[in-house]
C-alpha cells in the first residue's frame, strides 16, 4: 500500500510539473526588503509587471483538498508568501469559513465572518512567526468555479481590483475542482486585474477552455480586464513532513472515490453542453448559407486580414467532446485498475 501512495504521489507531481527546488531559499524571508518593494510599488508604473506565479507543492494541495470537500459550491481562502522581482512566490494558503446560501456561482466574496477570520489567522501567523523566525505575508487569494474552469468573472475582477488597491501586491487565484477530479491534474489558474479604463495591448491567445455556454457572456466581458500569470509548482526539504501528512489524507479520498460516479453530474453537463452548442452552430450554419463560404461562428470568428485564422465553432465543439471522451476513459481505467489491485481480478 505505502508503494502504491508513493507511485501515486510521484503520478500527481509529474502531472503537475512539480519541481524539486532542494534547498529553503524560497522559505526565506526578509521583512525590511519586502516592506522597500511595497513603498517603491513598481507595479503602479506598470499594469503587466507581475508576471509569474511559483506555488509550493504545499500550498497547492492544501488548496486542492479544500475546493474537492464540496464541489457543490464555491469555496475562498488566502494564500501566503512574498515577492521577489515580477514573481509571487505562494508558500502556504488557509481556507475561509463561507456560508454555501452567500456562494452563488461567480458571486464568489469575503464577508464579515470571513474578514475577522483572516485578520485573527494572519495575527496568530505573526505571532509565531517571531517564534521560529518563518514569517509569511497575505500576497493573494483563492476561489473555485465548480466546472467552469479558471478566468475571472466581473465580480472577481471587482474583488481582485479592490484587492490590488488596498493591499498590493496582491495575486488571484482560481481552481476548478470538477475538472481536476476528472483530469487527474489540478486544474489552476492565477491572475491580476488591470486598472479601470486601461486599455491592454492585443493579447496573443491563449490556450482554448471548454467554457459552458452559460458563462461565456461574463467571460467575454470581462476578458480584456485581467490577464494570466505564468504559474509553477515546486516542493523543497522545508515542506516534505507536512506533505507527506497532507499526501496521506488525499491518497485515501482517491483510493476510495471513483471519478465516473463523482463527476457523472459535471459529465452529463459538458455532454448537454456541446449539445447547445451543436443547436447553435447549425442555426448560425443555416443563417450563413449563400453569404458566407467559410462557416466561422464564435466570440472570436471576426477577425483581420492579417491575423491568425481563429478555430471554427466546429473544430472547438469537436475539442469539448474529445476532453469528455478522454475524462471518461480515465475514469474506466482508473475502476478497472482499481479492481485489479483489490479484488484480484485477472
Known amino acids: 500500500m505505502s508503494s502504491s501512495k508513493d507511485v ?12 524539486d527546488v532542494g534547498n529553503d531559499e524560497y522559505y526565506k524571508l526578509n521583512q525590511e526588503e519586502q516592506q522597500k518593494i511595497i513603498e517603491k510599488r513598481p507595479w503602479a508604473k506598470d499594469p503587466h509587471y507581475f508576471k509569474k506565479v511559483k506555488m509550493s507543492a ?11 470537500l464540496d464541489t457543490r459550491y464555491e469555496i475562498m481562502g488566502m494564500v501566503q508568501g512574498k515577492v521577489e522581482g515580477d514573481t509571487f512566490i505562494i508558500l502556504d494558503s488557509f481556507a475561509l469559513p463561507t456560508d454555501p446560501n452567500d456562494m452563488p456561482e461567480s458571486r464568489v466574496g469575503m464577508g464579515q465572518q470571513a474578514v475577522e477570520f483572516t ?8 505571532r509565531y512567526g517571531e517564534l521560529t523566525g518563518r514569517k509569511e505575508n497575505v500576497v493573494g487569494w483563492y476561489h473555485s ?19 490590488q488597491q488596498f493591499q498590493d501586491p496582491f495575486v488571484a487565484v482560481v481552481i476548478d475542482p470538477l475538472e481536476t477530479q476528472a483530469s487527474g491534474r489540478v486544474d489552476l489558474g492565477s491572475f491580476r486585474t488591470y486598472p479601470e479604463n486601461y486599455k491592454p495591448p492585443q493579447a496573443s491567445s491563449s490556450e482554448y477552455q471548454t467554457i459552458p455556454s452559460d458563462k461565456v457572456g461574463d467571460l467575454g ?3 480584456d480586464h485581467w490577464y494570466t500569470l505564468e504559474t509553477e509548482y515546486f516542493k523543497s526539504s522545508t515542506d516534505y513532513n507536512l506533505l507527506n501528512l497532507l499526501w496521506n489524507k488525499y491518497w485515501i479520498k482517491i483510493l476510495t472515490s471513483s471519478p465516473l460516479i463523482k463527476n457523472r453530474q459535471y459529465t452529463n453537463q459538458q455532454i448537454i453542453d456541446v449539445s447547445v452548442k451543436l443547436e447553435k452552430a447549425e442555426k448560425d450554419v443555416t443563417k450563413s448559407r449563400g453569404s458566407v463560404g467559410n462557416f466561422e461562428v464564435g466570440p472570436q470568428s471576426a477577425q483581420k486580414k492579417n491575423d491568425k485564422p481563429e478555430p471554427s465553432a466546429l473544430s472547438l465543439i469537436d475539442t469539448d467532446s474529445q476532453k469528455i471522451g478522454a ?3 480515465r475514469g474506466v481505467i482508473s475502476m478497472i485498475t482499481k479492481d485489479m489491485l483489490f479484488n484480484n481480478t485477472k
Open 8 to 19: 501515486a504521489r510521484k503520478q500527481w507531481e509529474t502531472e503537475n510539473k512539480v519541481k
Open 119 to 126: 485578520a485573527k489567522y494572519v495575527d496568530m501567523c505573526d
Open 58 to 68: 504545499l500550498a497547492l494541495l492544501k488548496i486542492t483538498m479544500h475546493a474537492t
Open 221 to 223: 466581458a470581462w476578458k
Open 327 to 329: 475524462e471518461v476513459l
Open 145 to 163: 468555479h465548480p466546472g467552469f474552469r479558471c478566468w475571472l468573472s466581473g465580480v472577481d475582477v471587482g474583488t481582485q481590483r479592490q484587492n
